[in-house]
């Protein structure tokens, strides 16, 4: 069973837009949940993670996500997009359940236009 | 702050060829992971080291692949014989290992993209 999904392989947003990036989860427990982003022949950065707390996590460059529950769901947001933003961007999900395995899902390619 | 090493950041072989990758983690930090990214996907934990301990190696193929972090510092991943499949970018990460259960952040090395002719 997958554990972390990413349901859009692209979005494509215009520059100064709001933009969102999906991920739902799927894990025994209480999840940990991460963002990172993936810029051409780079390794990847982290943006953000929910460990406890409050539902809405801020993390690096203006980025945001807000952890729901009840649709499992920890969908990454920033209200005004850069060209810059354009990358590869990744939700994980540790599962603390299963010796604390760390699942990515498949990425989501960012496209912001001028 | 350095961040992780990874050397070589290239390599071109020919299959059924060894092949070795290198990881200096971030200074202080006890939990080590390889990872393989094929294009356009996720990340894929090979191994996960805390200190010189193999915690999970479940994904690691253990007929080809092998890994090694002696002192519980640097790392090596090494690939014998390589296959065609194998062409991919290995990643190495590390972290403090210091959060409960696995509440810690990984931190990403650039990578090593393995073509294997």
């Known amino acids: 069973a997958q554990s972390v999904a990413q349901p859009e392989d692209q979005v494509n947003v215009a520059e100064g837009n709001p933009l969102t990036v999906k991920c739902t989860y799927s894990v025994s427990g209480n999840p940990y949940l991460f963002w990172y982003v993936q810029y051409p022949n780079r390794g990847l950065q982290f943006l953000l993670k929910?460990?406890?707390?409050?539902?809405l996590v801020k993390g690096s460059y203006g980025f945001e996500a807000e952890f729901n529950k009840s649709q499992t769901s920890f969908h990454l947001k920033k209200p005004s997009a850069l060209v810059s933003d354009s990358a590869l961007y990744f939700c994980?999900?540790?599962?603390?359940?299963?010796?604390?395995?760390?699942?990515f899902g498949s990425g989501t390619k960012l496209n912001v236009k001028p | 702050e350095a961040g992780v090493v990874q050397s070589p950041r290239y390599k071109i072989i020919e299959k059924k060829q060894p092949v070795a990758f290198w990881c200096n983690p971030i200074?202080?930090?006890?939990?080590l992971y390889w990872y393989l990214q094929n294009l356009g996907q996720g990340p894929e934990l090979l191994i996960r080291y805390e200190n010189e301990e193999a915690v999970d190696d479940s994904q690691l193929p253990k007929d080809r692949f092998s890994a090694e972090r002696l002192k519980g510092v640097d790392s090596t991943l090494k690939i014998q014989p390589a296959e065609l499949g194998d062409s991919a970018v290995y990643l190495c990460?590390?972290?403090?290992?210091?959060?409960?259960?696995?509440?810690?952040?990984?931190?990403f090395g650039p990578g090593t993209r393995l073509t294997v002719l």
């Open positions: 200074s202080g930090h006890n939990t």
């Open positions: 929910y460990i406890t707390g409050d539902n």
């Open positions: 994980a999900v540790r599962d603390v359940y299963n010796f604390n395995k760390f699942y």
């Open positions: 990460a590390s972290s403090l290992g210091d959060e409960a259960y696995g509440a810690d952040t990984q931190y």
